[in-house]
């Protein structure tokens, strides 16, 4: 039987089966394939789509943006500063508002009930662009960088380092049950994800063949390992006065080429980026005059050595998301 998710909202790849995640996958190598290739596919000509974006981006911004426009579509951006949204107008409000203009919303904001809520009232698809649990475009993203890199995904071990009970960390661990690897979360006990959501990923696992692993031991996490994965130790929307806690806690996750030596040869490391692997940024600079740290969750070399791929990874995110597009507006 086809596979067919048009009309669908993509807010968690809770909600998706290994068949679809699959299929999407799928379709994002063909997208990537024709993008190379030169060749035209603007298959949802007279469609229009807005992103709203309550936290600032790069990537996934502007994935939306061009992959709409490759697609042939219209894109509108919103943010709060130059709409109603939040301020003065409420977001069931703004939701059925843009459900009568619009075929697919994007939203990146806070709490993953404004996501579930945008969905619920606006009457189109909606696509998660990241909130503070769950980050599920970027895995699309990551996993085609994996298969590009290994083919089969099943039974490789992927291990997050660090901020374990963050949204990309929460994504990773699901999208890993859902599709048979090996997920790994080392990080410090305080920063474990939370026991419900390790509870389903485990039932996910059971029906997959998947493993999941909790471990506060560096050498464990990296032992066997295929991907090492981190991301920053302070997300967006936490305060600025966690630094400081995180760095003393994360410290020790970081991931240098001690780290990667210990994993297989053959292991790529990845990162959703934005990273800070040098000072080279304002915060990054800030973080080293304060605590003499010149790189955090990952050091330079790592970054710019021959096992990175994060740079792969990023533009898989406009072929990922293109096909989350087309797969739900079809
Ligand atoms: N990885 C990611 O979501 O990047 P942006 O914050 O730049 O969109
Ligand atoms: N955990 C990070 C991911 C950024 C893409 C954050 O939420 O800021």
Redesign the pocket.
Known sequence: MGINIRGRSFLTLLDFTPAEINYMLDLSAEFKRMKNNGVEHKWLTGKQVVLLFE?T?T??RCAFEVGARDLGMGVTFLDPGSSQMGKKESLADTAKVLGRMYDGIEYRGFKQSVVEDLARYSGVPVWNG?T?AF?PT?MLADILTVKEEFGDVRGRKLTFFG?AR????NSLMVVCAKLGMHFCACGPKELMPAADLVEKCKAVAAETGATIELTDDVKQGAKDCDVLYT??W?????PDEIWAERIKLLKPYQVNKEVMAMAKPTAIFLH???SFHDRDTTIGEDIYQKFDLPAMEVTDDVFLGKQARQFDEAENRMHTIKAVMYATLK
């Not at 963050?166 to 960390?169: D, H, L, S």
């Not at 302070?234 to 936490?238: A, I, K, L, N, Y």
């Open positions: 936290k981006s990537r996934t990241l503070d980050h970027q901020d963050n949204n990309v960390a991301d920053i302070v997300s967006m929307g936490e959703c980026l934005p």
